[in-house]
Nanobody, 127 residues
Framework: VQLQASGGGSVQAGGSLRLSCAAS????????MGWFRQAPGKERAAVAV????????YYADSVKGRFTISRDNARKTVYLQMNALKPEDTAVYYC?????????????????????WGQGTLVTVSS
């Protein structure tokens, strides 16, 4: 599978962006999907994860109430709606697909569960 992330850009604090992750070459159906981010000088960290059914989600504490992850299996696309953006949200955002298909239908955020990664899209939030 190839994952193509898009939708990043520059925005002022308080603004919104919607990231998209489109898959090609394979399906997203049955796979847990996640968004991760890496800020300069920091390790990559999970932002949001959605289970393969869409029934379970995980959000990092820092984005709860502001970000929403969703998926459209028919379009083979996962989205991350980001509202009320803060300068500390500045990072390269990556989407990822779990290694296991039709696994436990949960929103675990362990990066080691994800075997396919997109190329990243840069989000810059200015104050």
């Amino acid at each position: 599978v190839q994952l193509q992330a898009s939708g990043g850009g520059s925005v002022q604090a308080g603004g919104s962006l919607r990231l998209s992750c489109a898959a090609s070459g394979s399906t997203l159906s049955g796979y847990r999907m996640g968004w991760f981010r890496q800020a300069p000088g920091k390790e990559r960290a999970a932002v949001a994860v959605i289970s393969w059914s869409g029934g379970s989600t995980y959000y990092a504490d820092s984005v709860k109430g502001r970000f929403t992850i969703s998926r459209d299996n028919a379009r083979k696309t996962v989205y991350l709606q980001m509202n009320a953006l803060k300068p500390e949200d500045t990072a390269v955002y990556y989407c990822a697909r779990s290694t296991v298909r039709w696994g436990v239908d949960g929103g675990s955020s362990r990066s080691t569960d994800f075997g396919s990664w997109g190329q990243g899209t840069l989000v810059t939030v200015s104050s």
